[in-house]
């Protein structure tokens, strides 16, 4: 066993109908440390952990916890030997109090009354200093809040081993910093925590160590100060970063002589205060600004997706009314929602089925697509957009999000869109997907195609559009194009509300 080994996986397998997920996988947590577990989706991180947690039972291999040989068959065998996780989708009650979370499903006691575990409560909050209230109602904090009422559950639990999976994707800087900071706290206790992210920053900021998957195996174990990011990005994608060098701005003079394909003059809607827009033909432009500055509010009342309560479109300087998003898909509109979960897939239809929805809905339902029809056109964008699933067929709930995400992808390119809205494209997927659809997004506009992009990354956004409009507090405080184009000038046009040439 090695020094300070808390937790070791030894050559662990997992086979699915057709597909080796896990082969021979080592995987070492040590006492007081964060280790980050990187792969693009479908390298294995998620059925490392599942098979960790009980979710899955491995083909092969064996699991030790402080030098002891366990068997894990549930996720309450996984909690009684330390092991909780912390998903990225808050599953706890939001309609009950943040005492009534931490103990729900634990006190039996009919003994044990109210008062007695919110004092418990409110002193765990106060050791792991949590900003909240044993008695405040969970729905009403932050969603870092509420992620750190999960933690705290699992510390109150006793848990040697705390997996966090994906827990900063919906989380500001301010809040990012909070949870950083409970992760050093339980660290300095000498909690093992495996950090599951896509965000290579925080990786370097927070983490002890790296094991790096790929296609269900492992690639190797690092130290933080031995694995610079770009190894660490050639690393997860099997393969150097040249192609990074084919994504390059697109040239001011291409961009703004194309003709206005869209323009709204004063538009607004339930969630979306007053703005004016316009994008031009084979243009990608995209909103920045700090989460809930009203970047997906503004492309909702574009789309319709959200009540539009004023203002005026044109589509090609024709006026054109568009109040729900069949209007806007009838004007060649397709939008790829920031929440692919809630307003994306069908977890329970197939990859080819989640394909043609949007198709199937211009068409309208008396007009069925044929199913030898779709099937070729889930083939045919299966294989342009590289989907990695066993079959057309295949739930697409069971898909890695990346390939979630370019299935919605497909859905849209079907529908052969004139301007296409993308709210976070990129959000919770692997490296080498973002460069993809980020190459995906420069060839569209090349073909004509107008696109507007939204990515909580700045140097995304500064990679593949050529005009930025900056918002804060729901308002449009900015716009950046050419030389302004740049990391420091949309940082100062978000704290300052304008650029340096509007001075």
């Not at 599951?196 to 100060?225: K, M, P, W």
Request: hydrophobic content about 40%; charged content about 30%; glycine content about 8%.
């Amino acid at each position: 066993m090695q020094d300070n080994a808390l937790l070791q996986m030894r050559k662990i397998n997992k086979i699915f109908p057709g597909v080796k997920a896990l082969s021979e996988v080592d995987f070492t947590l040590r006492e007081g440390e964060i280790h980050a577990l990187m792969g693009e989706n479908g390298a294995g991180k998620s059925t490392l952990i599942k098979v960790l947690t009980g979710v899955y039972q491995m083909d092969g291999g064996e699991i030790t916890v402080n030098g002891e040989k366990i068997v894990i068959h549930s996720p309450q065998d996984a909690q009684k030997h330390g092991i909780s996780t912390v998903y990225q989708e808050i599953t706890l009650c939001p309609n009950l109090t943040v005492a009534e979370n931490m103990f729900i499903g634990r006190e039996h006691n009919p003994l044990v009354n109210k008062k007695a575990r919110e004092k418990k409560a409110d002193k765990l909050l106060e050791e792991l200093g949590i900003p909240a209230r044993s008695t405040q109602q969970l729905g009403s904090c932050s969603l870092a809040v509420q992620q750190m009422v999960a933690i705290a559950r699992a510390v109150d639990s006793r848990c040697k081993v705390l997996i966090l999976d994906e827990p900063t994707s919906s989380l500001d800087d301010k809040e990012v910093n909070m949870l950083f900071k409970l992760m050093r706290d339980l660290k300095s206790q000498g909690v093992g925590i495996i950090f599951v992210t896509h965000f290579l920053e925080q990786v370097y900021e927070v983490c002890d160590r790296i094991t790096v998957l790929r296609n269900g195996e492992l690639v190797g174990e690092y130290l933080i100060e031995d694995l610079p990011q770009v190894e660490l990005v050639a690393k997860m994608i099997g393969k150097e970063l040249d192609e990074l060098g084919a994504l390059t701005y697109f040239e001011e003079e291409k961009k703004e002589s194309g003709e206005v394909f869209y323009e709204a003059a004063s538009l607004s809607s339930s969630d979306a205060l007053p703005f004016d827009f316009k994008i031009h033909k084979g243009e990608v432009n995209g909103f920045t600004g700090l989460l809930g500055s009203g970047r997906s509010e503004s492309v909702r009342a574009i789309f319709g997706a959200d009540k539009v309560t004023g203002g005026k479109v044109k589509i090609k300087g024709e006026d054109v009314k568009i109040t729900k998003p069949l209007d806007a898909m009838k004007h060649g509109i397709g939008y790829l929602a920031e929440d692919r979960k809630r307003d994306g897939i069908i977890a329970e239809l197939s990859v080819r089925e989640n394909i043609i929805l949007a198709l199937q809905v211009m068409k309208g339902f008396f007009k069925p697509i044929s199913r030898s029809e779709a099937e070729a056109f889930a083939d045919e964008y299966i294989k342009v957009l590289n989907i990695k699933t066993a079959s057309k067929d295949t739930p697409i709930g069971s898909l890695s999000g990346g390939n979630q995400q370019k299935v919605i992808l497909a859905r849209w390119l079907l529908t052969h869109p004139d301007y296409l809205i993308l709210d976070e494209p990129t959000r919770g997927i692997d490296v080498g997907t973002k460069l993809e659809i980020q190459k995906l997004v420069l060839k569209l506009a090349e073909e004509g195609v107008s696109v507007t992009f939204i990515s909580s990354e700045v140097e995304e956004m500064l990679r593949t559009c050529s005009r930025l409009i900056v918002m804060r507090d729901r308002h449009i405080v900015g716009e950046l194009k050419g030389a302004d184009l740049n990391q420091t000038q949309v940082m100062k046009t978000i704290a300052g509300g304008e650029s340096e040439n509007e001075k």
